[in-house]
């Protein structure tokens, strides 16, 4: 999850409308920005609007045709694995905010607490032990 995350409501648009929208106020935000991995739903015209608009390679991940049941997608383990951190956080497991930049907000703190914890981790250095 980026910090400084984009929200921004749009009813009953397709994926592909709201993409339009959001990865430009992403890329001027985040202004090294060059890939975005989306799932099938972002196919069509985007990958091309996003690559000549903004500079941005759009990469579609997606199941394989031949494939029956369950498959492992890749780059899949990388958002689930960043959800699974942020719902560490007990506030948000639920949806409790009525206001998306309060969810935002909560968002941000989760993702601060996780990044100065292991920051802090990192850099705490082994108390030498005397010898008695």
């Known amino acids: 999850m980026p910090t400084g995350s984009e929200t921004r409501p749009i009813a009953r648009g397709a994926d592909g409308d709201a ?3 959001l990865l430009p106020a992403a890329k001027s935000r985040f202004g090294r920005l060059a890939r975005v991995w989306a799932d099938g739903g972002y196919t069509g015209h985007l990958v091309d609007w996003s690559s000549a608009q903004l500079g941005v390679a759009l990469d579609i991940v ?4 031949d494939a029956r049941g369950f498959q492992v ?3 899949r383990r990388v958002v689930e694995r960043s959800v699974a951190w942020c719902l560490r956080t007990r506030r948000l497991v639920r949806d409790y905010e009525r206001r998306t930049d309060t969810s935002e907000a909560v968002a941000l703190w989760s993702m601060t607490m996780l990044m100065s914890r292991r920051l802090a981790a990192r850099h705490r250095c082994p108390v030498p032990v005397r010898a008695a």
């Open 19 to 21: 993409a339009r929208v």
């Open 73 to 75: 997608l890749p780059r």
């Open 62 to 65: 997606r199941r394989s045709d």
